[in-house]
């Protein structure tokens, strides 16, 4: 062998061995976080912050769930641009607003708008395109990769777990293109995903769809417990309007179904799903709901519902046209859950659900009655681009309930629902306001606001009182190293109807990776913090140091949403 293929060989095995050893230490994170969602997101910020080492598996291909590959402009509370919420997702909802500004196409009276909403929409007051919200998630992680506290591995699905002890040895991630897997060992494991995927791989004891009352003791949960009453996902999409053009579809082969379509629900539903009419959320009553493209109508009008791209407040030649986002009423899928089936069920409905909206497309293209007497709007077309894939449509299905740890502590509707805590139900005294926790690590607000299911119930939209987040609801009941980090804490089916919002979300998750780096520092579980008065004070310092808003001001307490 000569001196040159020596050289090669030495150099070559040396950076095999690099590669190698590169790769086992992050099969040894000191954090593992399954789910790139907010609630994800929120973990990993907040413990590499922490100077904790974390490996982020995600699913999908964009950071963000909700908010991104899942096309849900952030629904929000009244007081969101000036308090409750963490100051990270502040920080990311200011990013947002920046983006627009620093990519010079707003129109100059859009350039010096404080609060900006790039879409004016009316369900929140911040509609952005969900590429830009990707795009500064990205951002604001970069730092920490490039560190080397932080690696993100896409396309990664959890496939099996091993647990000794009620602690969980490692997880198995499995990339779902390759089929390489790695098997991952860490002192936590995070939950973030959208169905809560790690519960039953790990054998953690959770709950899905509704308790029942004797259960919970709550005023408007069933008589039975109803496993299958889980709230409706929904496959949105992206369309923009191109008036005198003609992009009609041919019809879906599922058209004539969904055409005729009518959910059986109790109470019943008041007509057709594709239709301009259907339940008030909050009364049941029928309700008519407006829709014109390009321009206004009597009723509220879906067009500016979701939209995340005003194009009046652009310049000319700078994209300024409309771009909406339809989650609606008529694509909410009712055709079956997605947790407690087989997997071919459930990616049955999967399908479903994007042929859902599909045959809505077609209906708006059509038949949909126009304000003007006619039918159809021929120039609506799906939007390709804005939400990462070609056709349109969002890149995963928008999902509302998750599989829930049983915890600790269960927060439910006794502890925020107006209803029931101003009956003085069962003796008890009317309280007003929410219930005030001790070991508070976060605060939410929102109405308790359930979808319809497929075991038939109609909407459930009452009022609540801005609560707080008890750690206990982060603690599960016997696992020491899992810890929820999305939308499957200890809550129950109606209350998760006010924790499954994106600042809530966030700020689940920020607490969980807080949590987690704090554990591994004190070297104790989370259900001693919880229960150690020392601790719990020390935790709770360091969650309003990083900015995490621990309790709502007296004047919002009692206030009902």
């Not at 990519?103 to 830009?132: D, F, K, Y």
């Not at 709550?218 to 369309?239: D, I, K, N, R």
């Amino acid at each position: 062998m000569n001196r040159r293929t020596f050289l090669a060989l030495t150099l070559s095995t040396a950076a095999t061995a690099s590669v190698r050893s590169k790769t086992e230490r992050w099969n040894t994170p000191d954090i593992l976080v399954v789910g790139g969602g907010l609630g994800g997101c929120a973990a990993v910020l907040a413990a590499v912050q922490t100077g904790r080492r974390v490996l982020l598996a995600t699913e999908g291909e964009w950071l963000g769930g909700q908010l991104t590959s899942q096309a849900a402009p952030p629904d929000e509370h009244p007081w969101i641009e000036t308090h409750g919420c963490t100051r990270t997702y502040r920080t990311l909802r200011n990013a947002i607003r920046n983006q627009y500004r620093r990519a010079g196409g707003l129109a100059p009276s859009s350039q010096t708008i404080q609060e900006l909403n790039p879409g004016n929409c009316w369900v929140s007051r911040l509609g952005c395109e969900p590429r830009v919200a990707a795009n500064v998630l990205e951002t604001l992680l970069a730092p920490w990769v490039h560190q080397g506290k932080l690696r993100i591995l896409r396309h990664q699905r959890a496939v099996q777990a091993s647990v000794s002890h009620d602690r969980i040895q490692w997880i198995l991630i499995r990339n779902r293109r390759t089929g390489d897997e790695a098997e991952i060992r860490a002192q936590y494991f995070l939950d973030a995903t959208d169905l809560g995927e790690l519960l039953p791989l790990t054998g953690a004891e959770s709950m899905v769809g509704a308790e029942s009352a004797s259960e919970t003791d709550e005023l408007h949960a069933p008589t039975q417990a109803q496993p299958s009453s889980q709230q409706a996902f929904t496959w949105a999409m992206a369309l923009e309007y191109l008036p005198g053009e003609d992009h009609r579809t041919n019809p879906p082969p599922e058209y004539p179904f969904w055409r005729g379509y009518v959910p059986k629900t109790q109470p019943p539903w008041t007509g057709p799903l594709l239709s301009w009419e259907g339940p008030n959320p909050a009364t049941l009553a029928r309700r008519r709901l407006g829709f014109h493209p390009s321009g206004t109508t009597l009723e509220p009008n879906l067009w500016t519902y979701r939209r995340v791209r005003d194009g009046s407040q652009f310049q000319a030649g700078q994209g300024n046209r409309d771009i909406s986002i339809v989650n609606w009423p008529q694509n909410d899928y009712l055709g079956g859950p997605l947790v407690g089936v087989d997997p071919v069920e459930e990616e049955r409905h999967r399908n479903g659900a994007r042929k859902l909206s599909l045959c809505l497309l077609h209906w708006l293209q059509t038949e949909a009655p126009r304000p003007d007497g006619g039918t159809g709007w021929p120039g609506l077309r799906t939007c390709a681009g804005v939400l990462g894939t070609k056709d349109g449509l969002a890149l995963a299905p928008y999902i509302r309930e998750s599989r829930r740890i049983r915890a600790e502590f269960t927060l439910s509707e006794k502890h925020m629902g107006v209803d029931q805590r101003l009956s003085g139900r069962k003796g008890e005294s009317a309280v007003t306001g929410s219930e005030p926790f001790r070991d508070s690590i976060g605060i939410g607000a929102y109405r308790i606001d359930l979808h319809p299911t497929p075991a038939g119930d109609n909407y459930l939209d009452i009022r609540s009182f801005p609560f707080q987040i008890p750690l206990g609801s982060l603690i599960p009941v016997r696992l020491q190293n899992l810890l929820p980090a999305a939308k499957n804490l200890g809550t129950t089916h109606i209350s998760n109807g006010c924790c499954r919002l994106h600042p809530v979300e966030w700020n689940v998750g920020e607490a969980a990776g807080h949590l987690a780096a704090y554990c591994i520092q004190v070297a104790e579980p989370p259900r001693f913090i919880g229960s150690d008065a020392k601790h719990l004070a020390e935790f709770q310092r360091r969650l309003v140091t990083a900015g995490v808003e621990l309790e709502w001001p007296t004047e919002n307490r009692t206030v009902p949403l």
